[in-house]
């Protein structure tokens, strides 16, 4: 069965899931089983606190390689992953005016740092509002299950496993600039990453580079609305940008540096939670579509932290 069979038929799925009739209110999004206005949530004007200053010297050597760190998972060539070709959401399960408010937040934020963005263009990012999101994963892995990312058999039911309010799963896959090498006219290969397929060739025999590099194909997006009940579609917007723009390590880590994704982060305690992306949410996004993602993996995450450094000493 073609790939566009498989999205159709899931799509269509959790487009049943999604609970039909689902309104926000003016602020906020609304008790499951609520009536409200079909208007998109606004985000508050909030107060907001001085930031904190930090000394050159903890910025280098540990606040911000702990942000990346945190917030820069590894594909299984061991490479950050980003997006290639342009990404394209679709938000299902809230009322039309509001999945077009999550639609047009999340590409706005994708322009804003440098991601690919084009219309019109075929959706590789399914984001879906449901009170049923674990129902919704399994089926998933009965129909879709290449859609899980990637991973063994053995792991399916852990990664399938619904843990947050709001999470993400990735399709990536492994592009290879020496290939244009060893076929003169050839723009690259990329193939869709798989524990059981091949990976493209590339250079071993560099310290500094692989010629390979990792970029998203497919990603997913699945928003428990009983969790996320009463809170504003602004702050939950930029979430679930931050999640189709990068695939973080962790979702329960609490950095120096506050991130959006501390919104349901046990780790943060009491703190003050962002209600939208922050300065260095914006600066982590910005290089890594900036830099060289051909470099090793070391490399890859000192250039994001150098340019970091630099956008957030700036302001």
């Known amino acids: 069965m073609s790939r566009a069979i498989f999205l159709a038929g899931i799509y269509g799925f959790a487009a ?27 985000l508050d004007t909030v107060g907001v606190t001085a930031p904190k200053r930090y000394d050159t010297h903890q910025l280098e050597a540990t606040i911000i390689p702990a942000f990346v760190a945190s917030h820069g998972a590894t594909t299984h060539i061991g490479q950050l992953a980003r997006w290639r070709a342009d ?18 937040r999340v590409k706005e934020i994708a322009a804003s740092v440098g991601a690919p963005v084009k219309e019109p263009c075929e959706h590789n990012v399914q984001i879906t509002f449901t009170t049923q ?4 994963l399994d089926e998933y892995t009965r129909r ?22 709001i999470q993400a799963w990735y399709v990536t896959a492994t592009q290879s600039s020496s290939f244009s090498a060893l076929a003169p006219g050839a723009s690259g290969l990329a193939l869709i ?8 060739p590339g250079d071993p025999g560099s310290r500094l580079t692989s010629h390979l590099s990792s970029e998203f194909f497919h990603v997913l997006v699945v928003i428990d609305l009983h969790k996320v009940e009463g809170y504003e579609l602004g702050p939950v917007s930029d979430y679930i940008a931050m999640l189709v723009l990068s695939q973080p390590q962790s979702l ?9 994704l501390d919104l349901w ?8 939670k962002p209600l939208a992306l922050t300065p260095a949410d914006t600066a982590y996004l910005k290089a890594l579509y900036d830099i060289n993602m051909e470099a090793n993996n070391s490399f890859e995450r000192s250039g994001i932290s150098t340019r970091m450094i630099k956008d957030i000493e700036s302001h």
Not at 193 to 200: H, N, V
Not at 252 to 260: A, F, K, N, R, V
């Open 87 to 104: 990404l394209c959401p679709d938000t299902t399960g809230l009322p039309d005016a509001s999945s077009a408010f999550v639609t047009a």
């Open 133 to 136: 999101p674990q129902k919704l």
């Open 16 to 42: 049943m899931l999604c609970v039909s009739g689902h309104a926000l209110a003016q602020k906020s999004l609304p008790r499951p089983n609520s009536a409200a206005s079909d208007s998109p949530a606004e």
């Open 265 to 272: 982060s046990p780790a943060c305690g009491t703190r003050p």
């Open 193 to 200: 990453d798989s524990a059981y397929g091949s990976t493209p």
């Open 144 to 165: 879709a299950n290449w859609a899980l990312g990637y991973h063994y058999a053995s792991q399916t039911e852990e990664l399938a496993t619904v843990r947050h309010p």
């Open 252 to 260: 329960e880590d609490c950095s120096d540096l506050p991130s959006i």
